[in-house]
């Protein structure tokens, strides 16, 4: 059925109806059906909130420490977690039906914030304005200094944001 095109090939082994079309956040929903422990993060989490302009080219999933990381039949990138900030701050959306894992906003600007060498120091400090802008207040993102080990780099930001 994959090759007279009625199926679209997520991974080895997991697939999609092809007629169904490209819904948006459609591959949110494959990621989290093709990675069941995986949680989207990081850019595509920013994108889904609101939070910045860039448009992700790939989908960003954050895999426990101890996982392997899938093969994907479409453009995906993985960051590796310790077990606590793997496991906090996950809610639960449902996008065309299905269920998926995401990261809350407040939590997602702190692992931007942290994980800036990758996704851009622009794209972490865009994020953490617009989140401001939107009415999130900064003691939401100091929950989760100590667990995405970003205390000083948020407080510093925080500092001259608020000034």
């Not at 007279?4 to 989290?32: E, F, I, N, T």
């Amino acid at each position: 059925m994959a090759q007279d095109g009625r199926l679209q090939k997520l991974r080895p082994g997991v697939y999609r109806s092809a007629a169904k079309g490209h819904w948006l956040h459609q591959d949110l929903a494959d990621a989290c059906l093709a990675v069941p422990d995986g949680v989207i993060c990081l850019l595509s989490a920013l994108s889904y909130y609101g939070l910045t302009t860039t448009i992700p080219s790939e989908t960003w999933v954050a895999i426990p420490n101890t996982s392997w990381v899938p093969r994907m039949a479409f453009p995906a990138r993985f960051i590796r977690l310790g077990e606590a900030a793997h496991a906090a701050g996950i809610e639960t959306v449902k996008i065309n039906g299905t269920r998926v894992r995401i990261y809350s906003k407040a939590k997602t600007v702190c692992d931007a914030l942290r994980f800036r060498d990758k996704v851009g120091v622009e794209v972490a400090f865009e994020a953490l304005k617009t989140f401001l802008r939107q009415g999130g207040l900064p003691d939401d993102l100091i929950q989760w200094e100590k667990v995405c080990r970003v205390r000083t780099t948020l407080r510093g930001y925080l500092s001259v944001i608020l000034a």
